[in-house]
């Protein structure tokens, strides 16, 4: 790969879509045409450890011969395994058993530093580790741990300084790393840069005292990652800053799979080409992109071909004209229909800028917000301007023709068609059942309840029925049981509500609680999490 010695893929398998190894092998395959090298499983706990029987229980996670399936193929395409792990934070979901609650947890989802229990558990993980991939590289995490020796350790111990426990636990693992014959390891460096005080990804060029250099382990490799910066200045100073802390450092993009049902490719391009040059400038010669899968693995990972075949033709200095020619004859697809996979967000239309208000906090989630928000409750709806749902019908027409002319993915496209269905229906549902009620309108409200509601439940459950098929094709069956019980629920509260509506249109009840209490204006424009979506009670 011109101008990058290792160029990767992080593939998400810990937000309840865990892949299954079929459909492992096509992604590795056309990733590997592209020029990609390096590919990462980002398993928290999902995949098999000696010794543990709770690790990934239930979970769907890898066995060991799997493991070693998909390490085998990948080697044969010419890309190199590395095993993505969490040996600090991110590990909530072991929290669930007796045997780990209340053994390995300092607070939040952040193991307890110096318990014994907590040093078993990653040494039978590099134990297993050792068996089952080839790569001598290690990706362990560390991200994201804040709150570090605030929990159990310092009622324990007492107060300590975060950084001294950071670098003793550091140290701890990758000398248990390297007893397993891992001959480096990559970390994510976020915290030497929160724990300071101070931000992470900062446009100012970072010092660190040798009492904190000295200790980085030899072989431990950085990785600062960034998602999100539109400043060249920031990927400078914090490619910059990295160096000072290890001379190997990996910059970690994102191709935006993460928290909606839609991909965000035009997102994910715009802010990785200006990476990849920043990269290429203070030379950072290793990189890789990450398809997480936050609040339950909705996006298919396949979506975001296209985000990645831009950044390898960047990398590659290719042409454009050149990189959809090659994405066509890798995957058999015209890139720019491709490219429509990230439409049912795109309520504003296809051409609103990535800049624009309507993508606050680096990109919107109006589809899955929406096709969440209560119809009574309406809180998602408080702050919409759309008033025109039309533009997804034709979205819809487009994607479902895309399918009929797709040989290999044709389940992306009529998934995000039948959303993009369901959403032309629902999208303005709460603001009409809002004005109608509001107005008196007893005889439209009926007319809404036999109409628009009806038809909304079916096309949701047209919609269920699309992304499971799309999901049974691509993952595991694990997992799928969150999304029975949303999208279930989805179709049951939809139901509930014209109940009500069509009891309140006859005279059954006299008022509906909801929609007699006013919606406050809500200034979070981007939300993830399906819980605050559908309510503002306990989930």
């Given at each position: 790969m011109r101008n990058f010695d290792k160029f990767?893929?992080?593939?998400?398998?810990?937000?309840d879509a865990v892949p299954n190894v079929a459909g492992l092998k096509r992604f590795l395959a056309a990733i590997a045409k592209m020029g990609y090298n390096v590919a990462m499983l980002y398993t928290e706990d999902t995949y098999e450890v000696e010794n543990e029987p709770y690790f990934g229980y239930k979970r769907g996670r890898y066995s060991m011969a799997e493991l070693r399936?998909?390490?085998?193929?990948?080697?044969?395409?010419g890309i190199e395994l590395v095993p993505f792990i969490q040996t600090l934070a991110h590990v909530g979901s072991l929290k669930r058993w007796r045997e780990y609650r209340h053994k390995i947890f300092d607070i939040d989802d952040i193991m307890l530093v110096d318990e014994p229990r907590t040093y078993e558990l990653i040494e039978n993980i590099f134990s297993t580790l050792e068996k089952t991939f080839r790569s001598r590289l290690v990706h362990i995490g560390m991200d994201e741990a804040h709150n570090i020796g605030l929990g159990k350790y310092k009622d324990i111990h007492g107060y300590e300084e975060r950084y001294s426990l950071l670098m003793r636990h550091l140290g701890k693992v990758c000398e248990i790393a390297r007893a397993h014959g891992f001959e480096s390891t990559m970390m994510a460096n976020d915290l030497f840069f929160s724990l300071a005080p101070g931000v992470f990804c900062t446009d100012e060029i970072r010092d660190f005292p040798p009492e904190i250099t000295e200790k980085v382990p030899h072989g431990c490799e950085m990785v600062y990652w960034d998602y999100f910066a539109t400043d060249p200045a920031r990927?400078?100073?914090?490619?910059?800053?990295?160096?000072?802390?290890?001379?190997?450092v990996w910059f970690s993009g994102g191709a935006w799979t993460w928290g909606t049902f839609a991909p965000h490719n035009r997102y994910s391009i715009k802010r990785n080409a200006l990476a990849l040059s920043r990269c290429i400038k203070n030379g950072v010669h290793?990189?890789?992109?990450?398809?997480w899968g936050d609040n339950g693995g909705e996006c298919a990972y396949g979506?975001?071909?296209p985000a990645l075949m831009h950044a390898a033709a960047v990398a590659q200095d290719m042409p454009e004209a050149e990189m959809k020619a090659r994405f066509h004859e890798i995957t058999g697809e015209n890139f720019d229909d491709f490219m429509d996979l990230d439409l049912p967000n795109y309520i504003f239309g296809e051409n609103v800028p990535v800049e624009s208000p309507y993508f606050q906090h680096s990109a919107c989630n109006y589809a899955k917000t929406h096709l969440y928000d209560d119809p009574f409750l309406g809180t998602m709806s408080a702050n919409l301007q759309a008033d025109d749902a039309s533009l997804l019908a034709e979205y819809a027409a487009r994607l479902?023709?895309?399918a009929e002319n797709s040989e290999n993915y044709a389940h992306l496209y009529r998934t995000m068609a039948c959303l993009c269905d369901v959403m032309e229906k629902k999208l303005l549902l709460a603001k009409k059942t809002r004005a109608l009620y509001a107005a008196g309108d007893k005889a439209a409200l009926r007319a809404l309840a036999e109409g628009d509601y009806a038809e909304c439940i079916r096309r949701a459950d047209v919609f269920y029925e699309a992304f499971r098929a799309q999901w049974y094709s691509i993952n595991k069956t694990y997992g799928f049981e969150i999304h029975d019980?949303?999208?279930g629920g989805l179709s049951r509260r939809l139901a509930s509500c014209r109940e009500r509506l069509l009891a309140y249109a006859s005279g059954e009840t006299t008022k509906i609680a909801e929609l007699e209490e006013p919606i406050l204006p809500m200034d979070d424009?981007?939300?993830t999490s399906w819980a605050e979506m559908i309510s503002a009670n306990w989930t």
């Open positions: 990767g893929v992080m593939i998400d398998c810990s937000r399936e998909i390490d085998d193929f990948a080697a044969s395409v990927y400078d100073a914090m490619m910059i800053s990295s160096k000072k802390l290890s001379p190997e290793k990189a890789f992109f990450t398809l979506a975001v071909l479902y023709a895309h019980a949303r999208l424009t981007y939300i």
